[in-house]
């Protein structure tokens, strides 16, 4: 696994500060804010994109693709499957982002718009923008010829390219899978767009306090940007090879809420049915879930809708295990979500941690009772099976499962 987040540029700083319960909230040094309704975000910090790239190679991509090239490079690292003699023809990409390239896209229709009208575009233009762009470099920079695509889910773009991972390693249509999602949307667009939703929170006097999932004065989503990356393999390969395995993936649920293009369903009925699909997926009980990381981007109706979902499905079990939002502490990184959150359920197994809700200090009194959203501190608590939650603009709903390797 890897991770580039507001958190840290790593899997590991990335755990470390969000079991510490920090936030990577801060004033937006992207661009100039100062006339915007938020001027605040989760920027990722001291990146440098030629750690990674040669500079030629840097300029060519977009931040969307420094950050993926990032976290897979940290994933592959870790998982040392380029150490092995693996067949790179079964080894494939499923990369995803939510908007894509938009720090070039914006720039450029800005050149364009204050200049004479002559069009003097970048020959790079296209392809640092085109969404599927990035699954092309990743498989270009490592020599991968397997299955090869871009998933668009909105916000829940990562974990469906978690799901299409397993299922292509489960029916044996691939021996490797990297998987994950980037954003980089910080831009003034971004901002300037969800500010025009009425999306975003515009807590500006105290940027860390602004994401803030079931808390009653909750305002809105913090924007984040980064990357998450998972290496996916199936057990015969990843053991053949002697490699270390962090977790499995044992089950995944898709359902569309078919009800709104922007809001959940606000009884959860198509996030409730992509829960149910999940457990039966993975052939397990519902009492056997220990952790849910929910979707819960601290907006006034999804973060109640999710829960009302999950009491639905969960019933009294919701009383027995965790619930935490790290958006609280990341911000939104919208199609990088998953795979980010997907790092932080696994170091839960890992570790047997929980970590925390940060920022509720008056929980809404529309909390169904008998949560435990662990709040303020992380819980260390026997963490076996995690689910990670994730819903997307347009009522797509993706949900997977993690499990403790080797049983329990």
């Given at each position: ?36 309704k938020t001027r605040f ?286 958006k609280s502490m990341t ?64 009522g797509h709903n993706a ?10």
């Amino acid at each position: 696994m890897g991770a580039v987040t507001p958190l840290g540029n790593n899997a590991a700083t990335f755990w470390n500060k969000l079991v510490a319960g920090q936030s990577g909230a801060g004033p937006i040094t992207h661009f100039d804010a100062a006339k915007f309704k938020t001027r605040f975000a989760c920027e990722v910090k001291g990146f440098d994109a030629e750690q990674y790239l040669e500079r030629k190679e840097a300029r060519k991509t977009d931040p969307v693709t420094h950050y993926a090239i990032a976290a897979v490079d940290e994933a592959l690292k870790s998982s040392g499957l380029l150490d092995a003699e693996v067949d790179r023809n079964e080894v494939g990409v499923i990369w995803g982002s939510g908007i894509g390239g938009m720090q070039t896209f914006e720039a450029q229709m800005i050149e364009f718009g204050e200049g004479d009208g002559t069009p003097r575009f970048n020959p790079f233009f296209i392809p640092k923008t085109l969404i599927d762009t990035t699954s092309g470099w990743l498989a270009i920079r490592y020599g991968f010829r397997g299955i090869n695509y871009t998933a668009v889910s909105a916000c829940a773009t990562s974990n469906t390219t978690i799901m299409d991972a397993f299922n292509y390693i489960r029916w044996g249509k691939a021996e490797a899978m990297i998987a994950g999602g980037s954003e980089a949307a910080i831009t003034m667009g971004g901002i300037g767009g969800f500010n025009a939703m009425k999306a975003l929170s515009t807590r500006n006097e105290n940027p860390q306090t602004a994401s803030r999932p079931y808390d009653a004065g909750r305002d809105g989503f913090v924007m984040g940007e980064g990357a998450g990356a998972l290496v996916l393999e199936s057990l015969e390969h990843a053991q053949k090879r002697g490699a270390r395995v962090y977790a499995e993936v044992i089950g995944a649920g898709m359902s569309a809420d078919a009800y709104h293009l922007t809001a959940t369903h606000p009884d959860g009925l198509g996030v409730r049915l992509a829960l149910n699909r999940a457990l039966q997926d993975a052939g397990i009980r519902r009492d056997e879930v220990d952790y849910i990381n929910t979707h819960a981007t601290s907006t006034p109706d999804g973060d109640l809708n999710e829960l009302k979902a999950i009491q639905s499905v969960f019933g009294e079990h919701v009383r027995s295990m965790n619930i935490s939002a790290t958006k609280s502490m990341t911000g939104h990184l919208l199609g990088a979500a998953g795979a980010v959150e997907g790092v932080a359920c696994i170091h839960a197994l890992l570790h047997d941690l929980v970590p925390p809700t940060i920022n509720v200090e008056q929980l809404d009194p529309g909390v169904p009772e008998g949560f435990n959203l662990t709040p303020g501190k992380a819980v260390r608590r026997k963490v076996n099976i995690a689910m990670s939650n994730t819903f997307g603009f347009g009522g797509h709903n993706a949900i997977v499962l993690f499990k403790k390797f080797g049983g329990y």
